[in-house]
């Protein structure tokens, strides 16, 4: 149980482009989505917190016209990197936590999604 | 914002010897979750830990919630080669509606 999809798992843009990652919870209903930003050999940075129905609330720092965040479903979230640049290039992952039960304030992680701009 | 201090940073050990790591805060934390993650994969969660000196056991896994909330610890015994990885912890607020993470701990096991 308790499984989190991403997609594509990597992909490779051209400069200026713009992209979507999508994160699904397969199993389970998820209120509350993360999107995190992680370099290599480095922890896991939040760039925001994705709510269904609402907008994102967006860590400091975090362009939110540059990461855009929709979370439309219960377990479907998207985050587009807009107008995509080489430093964008990095390993996005995204979590999700379950609507109900025990483990509401568990996060289920995703496989990540390598972006690469060139 | 709240941080956590997560240590070792890294380990190097053989196969078949016991491993210890913890993470400590400033700031009281109502879960505690530990996660492994490999080269190139997502996070996956090993132990969730949701009351103070909630001892849990997965495997050859076993972690602690420590009784001040603001502390845990991850041991594994008998170490394995597949052991290898990156362990994270991470402490939930309940109030800010997000989790923190340590900036994780490497693990080397020598066959």
Redesign the interface.
Known sequence: GAVVSQHPSWVICKSGTSVKIECRSLDFQATTMFWYRQFPKQSLMLMATSNEGSKATYEQGVEKDKFLINHASLTLSTLTVTSAHPEDSSFYICSASPTSGYSTDTQYFGPGTRLTVL | GQQLNQSPQSMFIQEGEDVSMNCTSSSIF??W?W?KQEP??????LI?L?KAGELTSNGRLTAQFGITRKDSFLNISASIPSDVGIY?C?G?N?NA???T????T?LTVKP
């Open positions: 109502n879960t979750l996660y190139g994969e997502g996070p996956v969660l969730a949701y994270f991470a939930h309940t509606g997000k989790s993470f340590g900036d994780g490497t």
